[in-house]
């Protein structure tokens, strides 16, 4: 029986290890999932970024139709959070298939540092720094990310799912928790809004108060800086 025993021993060792292996490995795998990983949302959006040229010709960004409570505050709303921009960071991205099939389309976006000042929705924490992008309109004239200065505050409203930006010449790579705009209506930082949205609590309270204001339906939201410049970080 104990010699029987002896010849078993070496088998449940090799068990025992592949076992601890897999758990080791099951549980990294687990830790390293985004924090805005949900069913449905198996895949992050990822973006290579490349230098933005002052006066570049860009795409019109499709913001697609958010001027309903359903679109704005459904299953794509994680987080909502009262905070302010600390850092912008301009790039530009040729990934997009043009649908005619004539080339690429070549987006602008800027990619956000934040600081939350009041988290309102999804569990951020006071002080704690996320990154989000904001497309480019395109346009010229109403270049959103240009009108919005360092330190500027308002209401952010990350559109799911977490996006991943790799910068191509240093191959540094930065997730960002969605996409803000105020052209789709997920950030605004009206002044005559400020004091109002500091005392926001709930994403209850946030909907309605979009709905009281219609900022579902201002297409022109924009709050432009004093000088119409934004200071641009290249950290």
Partial sequence: MIRKFRKIVPYIAILCAIACIGGVVAMLVHQAEPATKKPGYQYRVML???????????????????????????????????????????????????????GSLVYAYALLKAEVLKGIHGGLDKGQKVYLVMPYSGDDDSHEAEMIPEGTEGMFIPRMPTVEVTFVDSQKKVDAIGMVGMRDHRFC??????????????????????????????????????????LFVSK
């Avoid at 010709?57 to 994680?78: D, K, M, V, W």
């Avoid at 924009?222 to 934004?230: A, F, L, V």
Wanted: hydrophobic content about 30%; some cysteine; aromatic content about 16%.
């Fill in 189 to 230: 930082c009206r002044e005559e809004y400020l004091s109002e949205l500091k005392e926001l609590n709930s994403l209850e309270e946030v909907r309605d108060f979009w709905e009281e204001n219609r900022l579902y339906f201002d297409t022109t939201a924009h709050n432009r800086h004093k000088d119409g410049q934004m």
């Fill in 48 to 102: 290579d970024a490349f230098p933005f040229e002052e006066g570049g010709s860009y795409s019109r960004y499709n913001y697609g139709n958010a001027n309903t409570p359903e679109l704005l505050f459904g299953e794509q709303c994680e987080y909502i959070f009262y905070g302010k921009i600390l850092e912008a960071r301009p790039f530009s991205t040729n990934t997009a298939a043009d649908l005619a099939g004539s």
